[in-house]
């Protein structure tokens, strides 16, 4: 099993940059793909961006791509997202999951999940 816990999220200006970050517990975080998800207001959960094990492999959103990288530190059990040219329809509470098998995009895959962190971009 794996816990998480995100942190940097905040009020930021359109156009500005934050960086999340996701601690994960647990000594065999090397051995997971992990993911972060965002969820608006009266909307679904979406995926965002997702990287594997090794930090070899991303896979973004369209709605992001090009704007937000997501790295990872094995040594320090840590995964970021990086967020740049925020926008305010990136206005979301953001979460960090994680998955023992290859990169997806679909929530339901991901058994172990943070308690999220809230991003506001003012316009």
């Known amino acids: 099993q794996v816990q998480l816990a995100e942190s940097g999220g905040g009020l930021v200006q359109a156009g500005g940059s934050l960086r999340l970050s996701c601690a994960a517990s647990?000594?065999?975080?090397?051995?997971?793909?992990m993911g972060w998800f965002r969820q608006a207001p009266g909307k679904e959960r979406e995926f965002v961006a997702g990287?594997?094990?090794?930090?070899?492999?991303?896979y973004y959103s369209a709605s992001v791509k090009g704007r937000f990288t997501i790295s990872r530190d094995n040594a320090k059990n840590t995964v970021y997202l990086q967020m740049n040219s925020l926008k305010a329809e990136d206005t979301a509470v953001y979460y960090c999951?994680?998955?023992?098998?290859?990169?997806?995009?679909?929530?339901?895959?991901?058994?172990?999940w943070g308690q999220g962190t809230q991003v506001t971009v003012s316009s």
């Open positions: 999951a994680a998955r023992t098998a290859s990169i997806v995009a679909i929530k339901s895959l991901y058994p172990y």
């Open positions: 990287i594997s094990w090794s930090g070899g492999s991303t």
């Open positions: 647990g000594r065999t975080f090397s051995s997971y793909t």
